[in-house]
């Protein structure tokens, strides 16, 4: 858990943009964000939609005015504008991360030059949260998500307790075409690629919402789908072929099995992108599957191969007990301790509503992590989501867990 901070950073702008981050990362780290009165006479017009992209960012409507005077903030719009960074380096300052992220929009046309969007941070020692000038501010810096910034990658995403739409957006090397600096962990970067599939044979006359609505409602159809709802989050058409993301590793992988599938007069190719390295999924097309599944005959290979849950005997409940992510040092300052629950409430968060979560310090259950959800699917996502992944080289082991034992856990940590 303890990060030092690298020599240098391996992200290098534009001059202009390098010289201003430079001198920032000179100022005290206990220099005070500009405060809000300041920040309206400012920028006045931050609210206000800047240029369009040639990136082909996806402009959305914000969902309520920023143009708000100053300390009659609704609580909805403040967390609206708000986003969650992980991963900052220790040392990081709030200074330095708002000029950061202010150059890096500026600089790939996210913003104009005249504008700051971010106007605000609290830093923790493993994660921050930025503030933006605007709900829309706060949509498009969504693409700042795995941007090199010493030494490590960024992620950029929404805290916990925003419940509003799901805005799409892009990774910093997709939306740049700048490769991963080297040693550089990617996994919150890669996800994405894990989750993203092609589909060709695409017409002028289909739309996004119709392919979402359309793939999305053949998986439930077929129990594609590893928990209720559409798994498909997002779509963008480029002509006569579409990249859809799905939710979960696990669905994309299932969601293979649409290949051929017939929409509109027209079977749709569907299969990995060109930039997935990952190992090769076996599946089936959707003649064969349909078949299957009429038949009662429906086993997905991707079911045994990707999903986490087929390998756990534990009987599912929505208790999901975690392995492997912390050692005892994590554990030893409440400082450390504190930043660490916060960052898994944030991390956990994602898969569904948490009821409760337990990181003892001692004891049986040291070092472990037990989450609470509200259902069984919710903790089924987590487990999904989580098993494999490498925490500080460790590779994380995710399980349910029975309600008796984490009875247990939370008596003996009262």
Not at 12 to 30: A, D, I
Not at 265 to 294: C, F, H
């Amino acid at each position: 858990m303890k990060r030092g901070r690298p020599e240098s950073p391996p992200y290098e702008p534009n001059s202009k943009y390098t010289k201003s981050s430079s001198s920032s990362s000179h100022r005290s780290s206990s220099q005070s964000p500009p405060s809000r009165s300041k920040i309206s006479s400012s920028n006045g017009s931050a609210g206000s939609p800047p240029p369009s992209s040639s990136h082909g960012l996806h402009q959305v409507t914000p969902i309520m005015s920023s143009l708000n005077q100053p300390g009659i903030l609704s609580e909805e719009e403040k967390t609206n504008r708000e986003l969650f960074v992980g991963n900052t380096p220790l040392g990081t300052s709030e200074q330095l991360l708002i000029q950061f992220f202010n150059g890096a929009m500026q600089r790939i046309e996210l913003c104009t030059p005249d504008q700051s969007p971010i106007v605000n941070c609290r830093v923790n020692e493993k994660f921050a949260f930025v503030e933006c000038a605007s709900v829309e501010d706060a949509n498009k810096a969504l693409n700042l998500n795995g941007i090199p910034f010493m030494g490590t990658c960024l992620r950029v995403s929404r805290p916990s307790k925003y419940a509003g739409p799901h805005i799409p957006s892009k990774t910093w090397q997709e939306l740049t075409g700048q490769p991963v600096p080297p040693n550089i962990h990617t996994s919150l970067v890669d996800d994405k690629v894990n989750r993203e599939l092609f589909v060709g044979n695409t017409t002028p006359e289909m739309t996004e919402q119709a392919l979402i609505d359309f793939l999305g409602g053949a998986m439930q159809q077929v129990a594609l789908n590893a928990r209720p709802g559409n798994p498909i989050i997002a779509c963008r058409l480029c002509g006569k072929f579409a990249f859809v993301e799905f939710r979960s590793v696990a669905e994309a992988a299932n969601a293979l099995n649409l290949n051929n599938i017939p929409f509109m007069g027209i079977q749709l190719k569907v299969r990995r992108a060109s930039k997935y390295t990952g190992p090769e999924t076996e599946s089936g097309n959707w003649e064969d599957i349909l078949a299957k599944y009429m038949s009662g005959e429906l086993k997905l290979p991707s079911d045994v191969m990707t999903d986490p849950l087929a390998a756990s005997h534990a009987k599912p409940s929505n208790i999901v007990e975690l392995k492997n992510m912390l050692s005892e040092n994590d554990l030893k300052s409440d400082e450390d301790y504190e930043e660490i629950l916060e960052d898994t409430k944030e991390e956990c968060g994602q898969f569904g509503a948490l009821k409760n979560v337990i990181i003892p310090r001692s004891g049986p259950g040291a070092t472990k992590i037990f989450l609470e959800y509200n259902s069984i699917d919710d903790a089924a996502g987590a487990i999904r989501g989580l098993s494999g992944r490498t925490f500080d080289g460790r590779k994380v082991n995710a399980t349910f867990m029975t309600e008796d034992d984490f009875r247990k856990v939370v008596a003996e940590n009262n």
